[in-house]
């Protein structure tokens, strides 16, 4: 399974931005998918993760409400939207792929994408 993130960027506290993640390969569709961050300094975390069957989505409450995790399933295709940013958003985002619930069962990485909220 490969996975292309993209969509990371510069913007001020309050912006918005979308992050997409390409998933390909033969077995793609066998696992879900989740969004993780690493800040300087800080362990990678768990931000948001959606099922490709049916509509169970997962995230960190700290971003509830400003962050929405979209699948795209013709596409296999999964979307970030990142609203309301905080600086303290600011890390390099992961998309990873793996068995329900994902978070301890992460089976394929891809590579980081910067988000940076400048304040």
């Known amino acids: 399974v490969q996975l292309q993130a993209s969509g990371g960027g510069l913007v001020v506290a309050g912006g918005s931005l979308r992050l997409s993640c390409a998933a390909s390969?033969?077995?793609?569709?066998?696992?879900?998918i989740g969004w993780f961050r690493q800040a300087p300094g800080k362990e990678r975390e768990f931000v948001a993760a959606t099922r490709w069957r049916g509509e169970t989505t997962s995230y960190k409450d700290s971003v509830k409400g400003r962050f929405t995790i979209s699948k795209d399933i013709a596409k296999s295709t999964v979307c970030l939207q990142m609203n309301s940013l905080k600086p303290e958003d600011t890390a390099v985002y992961y998309c990873?792929?793996?068995?329900?619930?994902?978070?301890?069962?992460?089976?394929?990485w891809g590579q980081g994408t910067q988000v940076t909220v400048s304040s």
């Open positions: 990873a792929a793996g068995p329900w619930p994902i978070v301890h069962t992460i089976r394929y």
């Open positions: 390969g033969r077995h793609s569709s066998a696992y879900d």
